[in-house]
Structure formats: structure tokens, C-alpha cells
């Protein structure tokens, strides 16, 4: 017999309640799988995939299909036993039985008030574990409280990660310490914990082709931005107030929750080398506790570890021991230490920078050539001749390099010869690799013209001409526009017989295309 779901609620009020119970304590939301049956029971309710019901020919014994792929599971639910059966054959509470129960419930309760109270157990728990204040029982409430974040999928769409990260993060501030001189200390372990737990997430969607840059990846990188700053402000607070004696103990694991987070996860260097940074210059700063740094990092022995070392030695002032670190260096090696030439600009350590990119400069182009990501990025190639030029290179070693960048440099290259005055090979350069007319607008071509306008002139008929043989009255007006430009520069070049011998030209060559005759004649072309 059929029975509707708010009549079979109603009589089994007390049992459903009983059965809600029994999922609260056999399921922990700290859990992640256990969290996730949670998950996939209310996502069956919502989606409404719970029903029809029926009553078996047992007493007090209903049936609930849910409609499910590959295959729907009946449910049994025997209220005058209190049992609960499934076809999926799960030994527990699977996902089909509490949504089940989770449907009942909902036709006079709330499911979102249930699973708020089921969520409030985990954070009273970790509330009574984190009272002990100690390194240990922070870093236990910590890892299980960020867990959640481990277990995202990289093809999971990124709100569900944000939103993920929210529950954390109101889940975390009754867990806060009450003492204000111990909450920027326990804020700074959560920052790096969730960052830690979220790393693999962050750096699969942020990593790769710098060139494309969907929604998605604009959230996951506002987020993490969002946590270095946060994290930032956290080391400076601690950092400009007294050190309490009892932490002594917790800035000891710090060193080591930093150190295995830069050092241990992948990608997004640039990052990591900034978290490890920022411990290094702004809360660990006694002389004694960098030598010993240096002391452990040796013991890793990796390209990576070896930038980390250099950091100490850039910050002393040490210059033979940085050479000693950038010797041997190799072309795949190249964005390992392009972090630290960053923080030696940064910083003002010119020389420093010197020395690095003095490392890096034989192996810049091959790198540009053959690394993915880079090859085609103008703006990489722009910062690394920043780098050289604030190491104050010899524009020799600079040009050199632009020979090797390709297609990829030549704005930069441009803006190096504009930069120089050198406007015949600036115009050159645009022939060689056919620039447009509107890049070379924007990249030095009103300079050139205002410098040296003979030297372009040559440039600008090709740009005309192309715009000629278009065929098309808007064109003809562009072209006129680049004649008008071309007249100016002869007049300022001393160039007048030239220019109006070769206007003449151009409107013999042309006399049949009449509203190109108009447009010429409109812009009063002769001197």
C-alpha cells in the first residue's frame, strides 16, 4: 500500500528521531569519507530522488526507492525493530539509508539546522583538545580541522573549494584562544595548515599555461592571495611585540611547519620561497637560528634547498658564499633562483643581483626557447631584462639575448632600441618581423618620429601601401593618416622636394581609384 511521506513522518516522529541519533554518533564529520556519506544522503534529498514509499505486509515496515545511477536501492526501514536495510549491501549507515531518514525528517524539521548541530560536535571536540596549549595538540586539531581540503579533487569546480575553505574558517574561530597574546600565534598555525592542506588544489589550477586565465583560476588566485596577505599580517604582528617565554616552543615547530612546507610541496615557487621568506626576515631574525637553518638545509642537498640556503647568505651580506651556491649552474635551474634575484631587486642588494644574474645569463635564452609556459610570454621576457638592466649589464649582453627570444621579445627589444635611440635598426626590426601598424604606434613609433622621422619614413609607406591595396574607403582614410604623418616628418627632415616627388608618385600610380583620389585630396597632402 501507498503511503505519503508526511503521513509515514508523523507516525514514526519518536523512531526517526532515534535513527538521527544513532547517525549522529556513528558518522563523525572530522572524518572525510564518513563526512562525504553525509554529503551524498542530502544532495539525494535535495534532488529529490527519495520515494514513492510503501508499506511491506510486516507491520510498522516502509520500503523508499532512490532513484539513483547506475541502478536505484530500496530501502527498509522497520520502525517496531529499529533496523535499517539497504540493497547496496553496505555493513552500515550508507548514504541511501540516511537519506531516507534525512527525507522523513525534513517534512517538519530542518535538514540545514541538523547538519549545523551534527558539524558543532566536531568543533566542541577540538575545542577541548586545542584548551591544552601545546605545538602538538594545536598541530592534531589543526590537520584534522584543514583535512576536509586534502581530499578536493582537482577537476572539483572551484566554489566548491571556497566553500569548503568558509566552513573551515568559521569552524577555527571558537577554537581561537581567548588571550590576545596568543591568538596572532594560533592564527599563524591555521594559515599555514590551510595552506598546506589546500596546496595541491591551488597549485594543479594555478600552475601550467600562464597565458590562459579562466574564472576559475581568478577565484583559486584571489583566495590564495587572500591568505598571504593574511598570513603576512599575522607574522608582523607577532614580530613587533615582546616574544612570550612559553613560545619559545611553538616558534621551534613554526621553523619546522614552514621549512616542510616550502620545501615539500611542488609548484608555485615563487610563493613558497615568499611564505619562507617572510618567517626568515620578519620573525626569525637572531643570528644563531639562521646558522642553524642553514646547518639543516644542507642535509637536503636539492636545487631547491640550495636557493633556500642562498636566501641566508643574500640577507649576511655574504657574496663569496653566494657565488659558491650559484656555481654549475644549469639552464633547467633557471626559475629555481629567478625568486631570489626578485627578493635582491627587491631588496636594493644590487650586488647580489649581479651575481645571480650573472649565473643565469648564459642559460636565459636557451630557457625562453624551450620552456612551456615561458616561450611566448612577453612579460616574463620584460622582467628578466629588468633584472639585467637593474644589475646594470652591459646593453651588449642584453641585445645578445633578444637575438635568441624570437618573436617573443621583440616589443621588448623595441622598446630597447627606441630606449637607445637607435630608430633605423628600431624600424628595421618592425620590417623584419611585420609588425602592425597599431603595435608599432604603441611601441616608439611617435618617438621615432619626433627623433629621427627619416629614418621611419620608409616603414610608414609599407604601412600605407598595405592599407592601399585593401581597396576600401575606411582604408584609404588610415593611409591618408600615415601620409599626413610621413609629410610631417619630411617637412621636420628638410626633406620637401623629396616628399612632394613622392606624393605625386603615389597619386599617378593610383589616379584610377577614385575615392582614394578624394581622401588625398582632402588631406592636402603636398608642402
Not at 463 to 480: C, D, G, T, W
Request: charged share 25%.
Amino acid at each position: 500500500m501507498h503511503m505519503t511521506v508526511e503521513r509515514v513522518s508523523y507516525l514514526h516522529e519518536k523512531e526517526i528521531e532515534t535513527f538521527l541519533d544513532e547517525i549522529k554518533h556513528a558518522l563523525r564529520p572530522d572524518i572525510p569519507g564518513e563526512a562525504q556519506v553525509i554529503r551524498r544522503a542530502t544532495s539525494h534529498v535535495r534532488r529529490n530522488a527519495v520515494g514513492p514509499y510503501r508499506f511491506t505486509a510486516t507491520p510498522g515496515e516502509i520500503t523508499a526507492i532512490i532513484k539513483e545511477e547506475p541502478e536505484p536501492q530500496e530501502v527498509l526501514l522497520s520502525f517496531p525493530n529499529m533496523e535499517a536495510t539497504c540493497t547496496c549491501d553496505e555493513p552500515s549507515w550508507c548514504s541511501h539509508r540516511i537519506a531516507v531518514v534525512f527525507h522523513l525528517f525534513s517534512q517538519f524539521h530542518s535538514i540545514t539546522d541538523w547538519l549545523h548541530e551534527w558539524r558543532e560536535m566536531e568543533t566542541a571536540q577540538m575545542a577541548l583538545s586545542v584548551f591544552d596549549r601545546t605545538p602538538d595538540a594545536w598541530i592534531q586539531v589543526l590537520s584534522r580541522l584543514t583535512a576536509p581540503l586534502r581530499h578536493i579533487e582537482l577537476n572539483e569546480n572551484p566554489g566548491v573549494f571556497i566553500h569548503e575553505s568558509n566552513l573551515i574558517e568559521q569552524k577555527m574561530k571558537p577554537l581561537s584562544p581567548f588571550e590576545w597574546e596568543w591568538k596572532p600565534l594560533f592564527e599563524l598555525y591555521y594559515r599555514l595548515h590551510l595552506l598546506d592542506a589546500a596546496w595541491p588544489y591551488v597549485s594543479g589550477h594555478l600552475k601550467g599555461d600562464n597565458l590562459s586565465f579562466h574564472y576559475g583560476k581568478w577565484y583559486v588566485k584571489n583566495w590564495l592571495t587572500e591568505q598571504m596577505e593574511k598570513l603576512q599580517d599575522s607574522v608582523h604582528s607577532i614580530g613587533s611585540k615582546p616574544k612570550l617565554f612559553e613560545a619559545d616552543v611553538f616558534h621551534e615547530r613554526l621553523k619546522e611547519m614552514v621549512r616542510a612546507f616550502a620545501l615539500f610541496n611542488e609548484g608555485l615557487l615563487d610563493e613558497r620561497f615568499y611564505v619562507y621568506r617572510l618567517f626568515w626576515q620578519g620573525l626569525f631574525v637572531e643570528t644563531a637560528s639562521r646558522e642553524a637553518e642553514v646547518t639543516i638545509l644542507q642535509n637536503y642537498d636539492t636545487d631547491e634547498s640550495r636557493m633556500f640556503t642562498a636566501l641566508f647568505h643574500l640577507l649576511q651580506g655574504r657574496q663569496d658564499k653566494l657565488e659558491q651556491a650559484v656555481a654549475h649552474m644549469e639552464t633547467a635551474q633557471v626559475p629555481i633562483w629567478l625568486p631570489l634575484a626578485d627578493l635582491a631587486e627587491g631588496e636594493e642588494e644590487i650586488d647580489s643581483l649581479t651575481v645571480i644574474m650573472q649565473a643565469l645569463l648564459p642559460h636565459l635564452g636557451d630557457f625562453v626557447s624551450n620552456a612551456d609556459g615561458y616561450a611566448y610570454n612577453s612579460s616574463f621576457i620584460r622582467h628578466l631584462d629588468g633584472l639585467l638592466e637593474t644589475a646594470d649589464f652591459p646593453d651588449a649582453d642584453r641585445e645578445a639575448l633578444f637575438l635568441q627570444y624570437g618573436m617573443a621579445g621583440v616589443d621588448i627589444y623595441a622598446d630597447f632600441l627606441v630606449e637607445s635611440n637607435r630608430f633605423a635598426e628600431w624600424a628595421a626590426l618592425m620590417h623584419r618581423f611585420r609588425v602592425t601598424y597599431e603595435e608599432a604606434e604603441v611601441g616608439g613609433l611617435k618617438i621615432a618620429l619626433a627623433e629621427d622621422p627619416a629614418t621611419v619614413l620608409p616603414l610608414l609607406h609599407t604601412y600605407a601601401m598595405q592599407l592601399i591595396n585593401e581597396k576600401n574607403r575606411h582604408s584609404y582614410r588610415s593611409a591618408v593618416r600615415i601620409f599626413k604623418k610621413m609629410k610631417a616628418g619630411s617637412k621636420k627632415s628638410g626633406k620637401v622636394e623629396f616628399w612632394n616627388r613622392y606624393i605625386d608618385t603615389v597619386r599617378e600610380k593610383y589616379r584610377r581609384l577614385r575615392a582614394l583620389m578624394e581622401e588625398m585630396e582632402k588631406g592636402n597632402l603636398n608642402i
